[in-house]
């Protein structure tokens, strides 16, 4: 016992030959205890190895039979917490040629690769983390130490306590391949968590004590925010197979690649691989952190009391509640390194919390809003934190983050995903509900808009490039997805911003009058349509088409709505904005004609109203100056400016001015993990088992659901049936 198997001896080119020999020892039916030699020998490989994947496959299912008995996968997992351990003891050395390196990269890569077969086969239950009692133990290991918290303690302190350089880049993208097959446990339970899913290794992330989990958030963003390059040196690490790609592709998948399954859905094939795997793998780690709940079932007795008698009963009730998230809580609380609001107002956040650089971070973010991923960490820090949300707002260099923003939404149409789309108007939604941000973007002019090929945008204010292409994905998605959820939240945003609007730009005021006009013939149109089917039904005196008539009051109840709210955008800016904005005045003017049918309208007249006290007021004025000359567009224009002065809102009824905001449903979870994960996927460059994947939709299985009849529709409504987010009035 605690002897190390008799290797072939090596003689230039057998190395492989020594490498099989182990790997095969390593997944078959003898069980080495944890202070066997072979360990050593195993995890001293050279890292130039080569091997075939079909082979890897091969040994990967001979594993999955023996590690019940062997242990094998939990003892690998404890050398690899030994060898982290030594390598922080010997910090200062930083020598990427040491032993120690070597074996903790080896123990890394093996353990990722069985790992990610057990669990992708459905065999959580059967990693069998722990030890066999039989077996002798070194004197520094406890038998009943939990080993996916000792791992992944271990883990997240080598991550969080090792600065990134050439010498140890390729061990810290090793460690953030381990944590997503670590945690793709996730994959094989439903979009709604629940009490029963096992995921042994991430409950251990979230068990960490908080100075541990913020030393991890810190390093994680400073990975993303530094972008670290490939080290030259890293190459000698590189697995290859001939001619063919190797089995480890490219640093940074390489726990993902030994296993080239053929089931490749998740990968991303348009072979555009990140410039920065590691500030990649870095984010997508977090947002699947961040981002988790466990669900715990509680059984509470609620002693009955309905009657009067003296007897009561106890009955069983069993609650479903999700536990706290120390990521979460660590993000949340991060302060700027150049900045502590608590050294001003004196009620610091207790205990450690994590301090990165706003600006760099700011930077970074800006730089990558075209990546779904950096839009999810923006959202995530504007929604949960508050040091970083009060940081963007007092950036005078706003458009930086909201021009590759509105570029996207404009080209929305090419290939942008939905739930893209839906995050980045929940950004602008979040930044409109403060006044300052609303007043500010109409104080930044923009020399030009190349991107928008529409109209000339030349010297436009950011505000009305803002409201133009709000506007713009409203009118796309009345036309292209009839989305509900996306066009309240455009019109929201745009509520939030009519008060403050400031010399809105001519192309920025008909665009709002030509929406108001838009939805007036649609809801015309279903109002002619309701009208008519309620009379068929009357004459026919059946009801068949009853179903079709409450679709039809659905839908136009939802465009009297957007009707209401265009009207009371208009009404805001009239009453609150309407010297800084002649533009609007003559727009309303130009086009009066479109209000006229809903002037004495139940349910539209008492908006409409003020347009018509706006109207009157100029209509009369330049009816007076009327003479045989010419009215020009620049002399009306100009006739509204100079009477504008003179305006003082006589007459206009007061509101209540709008403000939306943005809410969390009490369960964003069953939204954001599912699309974490299939994020993390389309990058992280590894295939996994498509048919054990429960969490989300893969490619066969949408396909076999349109040829069910689901088709696009049906897609799109189960994503609205996910987005757990709501738009709250603030009366």
Known sequence: MGGAPSTPRSTGGDDVSVEEYLIATFVGEKSFPLASDFWNKLLELPLSSRWHSDRVHQACQLFAKSNGYTRHLAKLLIHLSWCLQELLLQADSDDAHSSVYKKAVNATYISSVFLKHLIENGKCEELHLSLDETQPLPHAFVMDQNIQNFVMHSVLSFIGSTEVSPNSYVLHQELLNFMVVAMSTQLLSGPSPGPRDANPFIDAAMAQEKSLVCMAVRRLLLNYISRHLTPPNAKTYLYSDGDAPGILERVGSAAATFVLLPLNYLVNNSGDRSKYPLAECSLHVLLILINYQ?????????????????????????????????????????????????????????????????????????????????????????????????????????????????????????????????????????????????????????????????????????????????????????????????QTTCLATLANMAPHSHHLSPYASQRLVSLFYMLSRKYNKLSDLTGDKLQSIKISLSGEDDSVLEDLAAELQIFTDFLRLVLDILNAILTYALPRNPEIVYAIMHRQEVFQPFKNHPRFHELVENIYTVLDFFNSRMDSQRSDREWSVQKVLQFIIDNCRSWRGEGMKMFTQLHFSYEQESHPEEFFIPYVWQLAFSRCGFSFNTDAINLFPVPHQVEEQMEDGAGEEGKEKKVQELIEQRIVFDP
Request: glycine share 4%; with cysteine; proline share 3%.
């Open 294 to 486: 466990k669900s715990i079932l509680s059984d509470e007795s609620i002693t009955d009391k309905s009657d009067d008698s003296a007897t009561s009963k106890s009955v069983s009730k069993l609650h479903v509640f999700s536990s706290g998230n120390t990521f979460t809580k660590a993000l949340a609380n991060a302060r700027d390194v150049e900045f502590d609001r608590a050294d001003v107002e004196g009620n610091a956040y207790p205990g450690p919390h994590v301090r990165i650089p706003f600006a760099s971070l700011f930077d970074t973010l800006c730089m990558c809003l075209a990546d779904e991923g950096a839009v999810l960490l923006l959202y995530s820090l504007l929604q949960g934190n508050s040091y970083f949300k009060e940081y963007v707002l007092v950036r005078t260099d706003m458009d930086t983050m909201l021009m590759p923003i509105l570029e996207t939404l404009y080209n929305a149409s090419r290939r942008t995903s939905s739930n893209q789309i839906y995050m980045m108007l929940i950004v602008l939604l979040i930044l409109s509900q403060d006044s300052s941000f609303n007043s500010s973007i109409h104080k930044l002019i923009l020399p030009s808009v190349p991107w928008y090929k529409e109209h000339l945008l030349h010297q436009t204010s950011l505000g009305s490039l803002m409201v133009i292409i709000l506007i713009r994905t409203v009118q796309h998605n009345l036309s292209k997805l009839r989305d509900v959820y996306l």
